[in-house]
């Protein structure tokens, strides 16, 4: 009964946080382009297969997998786990960022899985293989950017638990994804600029907050209010440094390939930085 | 379909397994709930993915191509600004967050305790945001018109927020830098990157995957540039 209720609820937020974009289309189709869309029913049904899916989807993540993750983020971080008992972590106490090694890896983990969870995400990747004629694949781009969002969700709470400031994270990453860009090929960095973006919506954003809050209001001296954010930089960050660098690795794999069979020296080719560098 | 969905949701399950059974060592609370709520989720990302392929795409797929053949720049220009401000405006993540940093702006001093003081400053930040990614789809659009590649206007970008860090309060930095990410809901990245990928596909000489991808890109960058702004000036 409750489940029926919280069903009906989500359904009435979903249409209303689709009814203005449903509105801008609609505007747009009838005053600006002024004829109906090619396949109106089917995209009429389509419609209502996003809507019926994004309904079911998130009523089953508030039943499932937030409260567990929530839990979990707070069970990590309390320090009863941490050092078996809570009076070491008086005011002026500073831990030592090793203590916090599972936490790291959860971040790590869960950052990852939610990522391959990511309807969003998932679209990307879809169109991305389509308009690439496969050179792409779905797949390896969603593995890639996971990875990219482990990576960076881990070293944002090594950071909440050390108290850097963010800027230089940040900055320093900048500084990354500008010399890579530089080395990418030309295909691949639009869509690793895209895929810093998309990363971080329904799935991954509420699991990330409560590990950031748990962190940031267990540890002395942090606050929850300031250092509780960052974690979702972190997460459009690092993507865009580990599909520049997929792509890279693909095409190095490639090469060496290619060399192989046609029987050159293989040491010729082995730094291919200093050859793109030539 | 369903296997798809399930193979997707799969890492999720293991890694809370995992961590439930050999690291917290707490008993699963509520296996039950924790059962339909999985079933749940695998139906409806099942769903979510062909309404994808029946409706998100060939709508923002065709309204570009309308738009583009229509061959009025003001047009377009006026669409991907309703659609980016539109579709930001009532975003609930977005919504959660500028509350928090009404509660950071009054607790650091800058705005007054009062829920009015903090009711107006989250929605002006709200404004400024959806605004933002208004502006940042009709500058992606005009570059997808334009052919320009798109490393430099994201790295003069990045410099920009650089350079405003150094400027902006400490306190509404981390909110700025993550106000990127939480612009950009389910719907709303599958219509903008139809649209762009629709666009680069309409105008001759331009290719879907280099001038088609890029959108959400701006979407994501440009709040960040407009949050520091509104922290250094408010």
Known sequence: MQLILHLLNTTLSTLVDVAPIVAILAAFQFIVIRKPPPNLGRMMVGFIYVLAGLTLFLVGLEQALFPVGETMAAQLTDPKFLYGDAHKFQAGFQPFWWDYAWVYAFAAAIGFATTIAEPSLIAVAIKAEQISGGAIKANGLRIAVAIGVAVGVSLGTFRIVTGTPLPYYIMIGYMVVVLQTFWASKEIIPLAYDSGGVTTSTVTVPVLAALGLGLASTIPGRSPLIDGFGLIAFASLFPIMAVMGYASIGNFVRRRVRVNASGENLNKDIDPELEERQ | ?234
Do not use: H
């Open chain 2, 1 to 234: 379909m369903l296997a798809g969905a399930f193979r997707d949701l799969l890492p999720i399950v293991l890694v809370i397994a995992f961590f439930q059974v050999a690291v917290v060592r707490q008993p699963f609370p509520d296996l039950g709930n924790v059962l339909i709520g999985f079933v749940l989720v695998v139906i409806g990302l099942a769903l979510f993915i062909q309404g994808l392929e029946t409706a998100l795409f060939p709508i923002g797929e065709a309204m570009a191509d309308a738009l583009a053949r229509k061959g009025s720049p003001v047009a377009l220009f006026a669409f991907a600004f309703c659609l980016g401000f539109g579709t930001t405006v009532a975003e609930p993540a977005l919504i959660a967050v500028t509350g928090e940093a009404a509660k950071i702006a009054s607790a650091a001093g800058v705005i007054g305790a009062d829920t009015d003081a903090m009711q107006s400053y989250a929605f002006q930040l709200r404004m400024t945001v959806a605004l933002s990614v208004g502006f940042a789809l009709v500058v992606g659009v005009l570059r997808i018109l334009m052919g320009w590649p798109i490393q430099y206007l994201i790295i003069g970008g990045y410099l920009v927020v650089m350079a405003l860090t150094q400027f902006a309060p400490e306190d509404i930095v981390g909110i700025a830098y993550d106000s990127g990410g939480v612009t950009t809901s389910t719907i709303t990245v599958p219509l903008v990157t139809a649209l762009g990928v629709g666009l680069a596909s309409a105008i001759r000489g331009r290719n879907p995957i280099i001038d088609g991808f890029g959108l959400i890109a701006f979407a994501s960058l440009s709040p960040m540039i407009f949050v520091l702004l509104f922290g250094i000036l408010v």
